[in-house]
């Protein structure tokens, strides 16, 4: 096997744990690993070195965004999981960290989770995104903002009705 | 080093959470969170979250791999997938501006449907409410900031409602439907003589475009894109009636000038 497959072979397990906590559902994270690795091996022959790993976040963060156009576009029919509720306790009556993730916009959520489950640096996030490190550092800050707020129990899409 | 320290920001914050501070400010910022409880609070927070997310989905890491994601599978099954076509397809999309290029073009390419997939989308919806007696509408035309409010917020970007009564069109008011890129607006007007037109306005990655028009057997459409906005005004096919009414939407939802209506 070449230096090329090498590569990503190695980074499958990150692939499927990041598309895991960006979809929360594991068929649909394992589709976008599968997809990504497919179009990964078809430009092969194109590849003459560099960092494979970035590139492969950088197309698995491409479908993810395809898929959730998709999703608003038809509904989904989908088994509720139990699995989230296997793998970390919930903490405060249901406000756990992946409701939490879910109440992100995906550009927040794609930074943080690049950041703090995949241990990229900000430099590596702003050339995945394809913007600034500054607009990655406030995606960051407006995710750790909104989950933080969240799990304190506020909740910031429902307004108060006096 | 400084005794007393230049304000620390959040970005260094961050940073400093994440690994990515300089090593000569480490001392500043850990000075400034022990003065600053509030701060150290949040430092806290942001720390235990990152906990609870890598608890959460680290192990997805470790299970064991299904045969789909297996790489030599996946490369098997390539070898008599992998046809001329796509080896020159995907060369020629690098050449034009290398893997993000490539990206770039994929995307477009999806997006640049969403005319026709809008277009039809509102066409069956003016199809569907306008003959609709009773309840042509969810919000009534008189709630007009409440229309914009509700709707702005569905939507996910400001929705004006244009003022066509120069053009003897009252609002009949609106509603939220589902539309080929996430949640639109829908507006009905009418007529002294009971015509009805409607505006459907949802939000879209394609480029602006001035006013286009397409026919159907009763009734045709306006389509434009005004900053990430499409917007399909449709009503009965008198081609000339239509594109006065989309004119005046469309000078009106025109994002530069000065707003309108709302």
Redesign the interface.
């Known amino acids: 096997m070449g230096e090329f497959r090498q590569q990503i072979e190695s980074a499958i397990p990150a692939l499927r744990r990041y598309a895991r906590a960006l979809t929360r559902d594991v068929e649909a994270a394992d589709d976008i690993v599968q997809d990504t690795l497919v179009r990964a091996l078809r430009s092969e022959h194109l590849f003459h070195g560099g960092d494979v790993r970035a590139w492969l976040y950088t197309i698995l963060t491409n479908l993810n965004r395809n898929r959730l156009r998709g999703l608003s576009r038809r509904p989904v029919l989908a088994p509720i999981k139990d699995s989230d509720a296997v793998s970390g306790a919930p903490e405060s009556g249901g406000r756990d960290i992946g409701r939490a993730l879910d109440e992100l916009a995906e550009e927040p959520r794609t930074a943080l989770l690049l950041v703090v489950l995949e241990g990229l640096t900000y430099r590596e996030v702003a050339e995945i995104q394809g913007v600034p490190i500054g607009t990655v550092m406030s995606r960051l800050a407006r995710a750790r903002m909104q989950i933080r707020s969240y799990l304190d129990g506020e909740r910031p899409a429902l307004r108060r009705v006096k | 080093m400084t005794e007393r320290d230049p304000i620390v920001s959040?970005?260094e914050l961050?940073?400093y959470v994440?690994g990515?501070l300089p090593a000569e400010r480490r001392g500043a910022v850990e000075a400034w969170l022990a003065t600053h409880p509030d701060d150290a609070a949040?430092v806290a927070?942001?720390r235990s979250?990152?906990e609870?997310?890598?608890?959460?989905?680290?192990?997805?890491?470790?299970?064991k791999?299904?045969r789909?994601?297996e790489?030599a599978r996946?490369?098997r099954r390539?070898q008599w997938r992998?046809t001329a076509m796509?080896?020159a397809a995907?060369?020629a999309a690098?050449v034009a501006g290398g893997?993000?290029g490539w990206?770039a073009r994929?995307?477009e390419g999806?997006s640049s449907s969403d005319l026709r997939k809008f277009t039809a989308d509102a066409l069956d919806a003016y199809r569907l409410y306008v003959v609709e007696v009773r309840h042509p509408v969810e919000v009534a035309g008189d709630e007009r900031p409440h229309l914009v409010q509700w709707l702005s917020k569905r939507v996910g970007s400001p929705v004006r409602i244009p003022e066509l009564d120069k053009m003897g069109l009252k609002l009949v008011g609106g509603r939220l439907l589902?539309g080929?890129?996430?949640?639109t607006a829908f507006f009905m007007y009418e007529n002294g003589s009971g015509e009805r037109f409607t505006l459907y306005c949802g939000q879209t990655d394609d480029r602006e475009t001035a006013l286009r028009y397409t026919t159907g057997d009763h009734n045709a459409a306006y389509y434009w894109v005004d900053h990430n906005m499409a917007c399909v005004l449709s009503g009965p096919a008198e081609r000339d009636k239509l594109h006065a009414i989309a004119q005046a939407a469309y000078d009106q939802i025109d994002t530069r000038s000065s707003p309108r209506g709302g």
Do not use: K, N, S
Request: glycine letters at 6%.
């Open positions: 959040e970005d961050h940073a994440d990515e949040r927070a942001w979250q990152a609870l997310i890598r608890a959460r989905y680290g192990g997805a890491a470790d299970e791999l299904p789909r994601l790489l996946l490369a390539r992998l796509v080896a995907v060369l690098f893997a993000a990206f994929d995307a999806a589902p080929p890129t996430g949640a």
